[in-house]
């Protein structure tokens, strides 16, 4: 089955500085990658999703990049600031009948004031 | 709550008791997830439906049971079968498996 490696598992930055966060997936066959911010105590919410078919994609302060012959993903936080402090989770999912999302273990990301 | 309500908030059990914990949705989405998340672990799935009347095991589906009688709700049963249940309980839907999942706000279990 799929396997998705989130490295580190910390990261702390300076506000105002950027973040990025890589994943990598195991099966080629994976076309869906979406990104989830958890904030303490509450549910993880989706901030951000690509499709195989794209290498990038932007929205805001967030970007994700794709690069499927490597198979990673990466997600990139512009101007941090410190509401960006949270739990990132990166998921891939192949698409198709009885196919479901795989996890990485989540990383903590830490924006200093 | 976002369309996808779970509930109680919090629960408590003794060991060695069953216990039910709800899910419902709003949102006319087909799938529907259970799962486990605790400190350092990510989100562990327990079972999936992508239908009514269906549904699949997970990747810890041992000690939980779930049935999906209605499109709207999604009960798992923790049963007393699963060896370290306290953990935070996660539900989510979707409109189909490769979209993204709406989660709720958690049911948080401690068993004593």
């Known amino acids: 089955g799929e396997n998705v490696e989130q490295h580190p598992s910390t990261l702390s930055v300076q506000e105002g500085d950027s973040a990025v966060i890589k994943c990598t997936y195991s099966d080629s066959a994976s076309n869906y990658f979406p990104w989830y911010k958890q904030e303490l105590g509450k549910r993880p919410q989706l901030i951000i999703d690509?499709?195989?078919?794209?290498g990038e994609k932007k929205d805001q302060r967030i970007a994700v990049t794709l690069n499927k012959t490597a198979k990673h993903f990466s997600l990139h936080i512009t101007e941090t600031q410190p509401e960006d402090s949270a739990v990132y989770f990166c998921?891939?999912?192949?698409?198709?009948?009885?196919?479901?999302?795989?996890f990485g273990k989540g990383i903590t990301l830490s924006v200093r004031p | 709550d976002g369309g996808i309500t779970q509930s109680p908030k919090y629960l408590f059990r003794k060991e060695g008791q069953n216990v039910t914990l709800s899910c419902e949705q709003n949102l006319n989405h087909d799938a529907m997830y259970w799962y486990r998340q605790d400190p350092g672990q990510g989100l562990r799935l327990i079972y999936y439906s992508q239908i009514v009347n269906d549904f699949q095991k997970g990747d810890i589906a041992e000690g939980y049971s779930v049935s999906r009688e209605k499109k709207e709700s999604f009960p798992l049963t923790v049963t007393s079968a699963q060896k370290n249940p306290t953990a935070f309980y996660l539900c989510?839907?979707?409109?189909?498996?490769?979209?993204?999942?709406?989660f709720g706000s958690g049911t948080r279990l401690t068993v004593v």
């Open positions: 998921a891939a999912s192949m698409g198709g009948a009885n196919s479901k999302l795989t």
């Open positions: 690509i499709r195989s078919n794209v």
């Open positions: 989510a839907s979707s409109i189909g498996t490769a979209y993204g999942y709406t």
